[in-house]
């Protein structure tokens, strides 16, 4: 059973641009989480989207925003890009009824 | 602001010997509680959750949880030194997938 894919694995972006990472998760699933993994913060909750909804966010900026597709697969988007975003961004699937979520290997954004 | 706390090590035991990592909570309206292992340079992977009071056991993995002190803990019998990681745990409210993270136990196995 594959697991959840994250693409791209890695990104270098400059000060100002925008970036879309993407996230499938485990087949069957229709819960999707994003997380920003720092140094400095640890791991942070961004959101979570079920059946195509938002269901909670965390305490980012409106720059960071995310989408979830009919098929469960997620999007998250981050515009006019700062150097203290740059990150390891995780995203977890998980099984609705079950508490439990599954990492991907991350996407790793730098920010120059 | 709720959190999660944890000593950020390193926490180091030598091979064969119990690693006991901690783990507390501010939360008190928090339900379920994991235990992700982290190598470095890796994505977190689940090796544990409890919900409920007491010790569950999963091989060499036991998880404690004591809900009264907001006290939750994993037990990792006969080290190995492949079990050198980060330990990262997470607390979540019921019916959500909101995790709080602490900032994790960084382990190290003598061998």
């Known amino acids: 059973k594959a697991g959840v894919t994250q693409t791209p694995r890695y990104l270098i972006k400059t000060r100002g641009q925008q970036v879309t990472l993407s996230c499938s998760p485990i087949?069957?699933?229709?819960?999707v989480s994003w997380y920003q993994q720092t140094p400095g913060q640890g791991l942070q909750f961004l959101f979570e989207?079920?059946?195509?909804?938002?269901?909670n966010k965390g305490n980012f900026p409106g720059r960071f925003s995310g989408r979830q597709f009919s098929n469960s697969r997620s999007e998250m988007n981050v515009s006019t890009l700062e150097l203290g975003d740059s990150a390891l961004y995780l995203c977890?699937?998980?099984?609705?009824?079950?508490?439990?979520?599954?990492f991907g290997q991350g996407t790793r954004l730098t920010v120059v | 602001q709720k959190e999660v706390e944890q000593n950020s090590g390193p926490l180091s035991v030598p091979e064969g010997a119990i690693a006991s990592l901690n783990c507390t909570y501010s939360?008190?309206?928090?339900?379920?509680f994991f235990w992700y292992r982290q190598y470095s340079g890796k994505s977190p992977e689940l090796i544990m959750f409890?919900?409920?009071?007491g010790d569950k056991e999963d091989g060499r993995f036991t998880a404690q949880l004591n809900k009264a002190s907001q006290y939750v803990s994993l037990l990792i019998r006969d080290s190995q030194p492949s079990d050198s990681a980060t330990y990262l745990c997470?607390?979540?409210?019921?019916?959500?997938?909101?995790?709080?993270f602490g900032t994790g136990t960084r382990l190290k196995v003598l061998a």
């Open positions: 977890a699937s998980s099984r609705a009824g079950y508490t439990e979520a599954f």
């Open positions: 997470a607390a979540s409210t019921s019916g959500t997938y909101k995790y709080i």
């Open positions: 087949s069957g699933h229709r819960s």
């Open positions: 409890i919900y409920s009071n």
């Open positions: 939360d008190r309206g928090s339900q379920s």
């Open positions: 989207y079920f059946s195509e909804t938002q269901r």
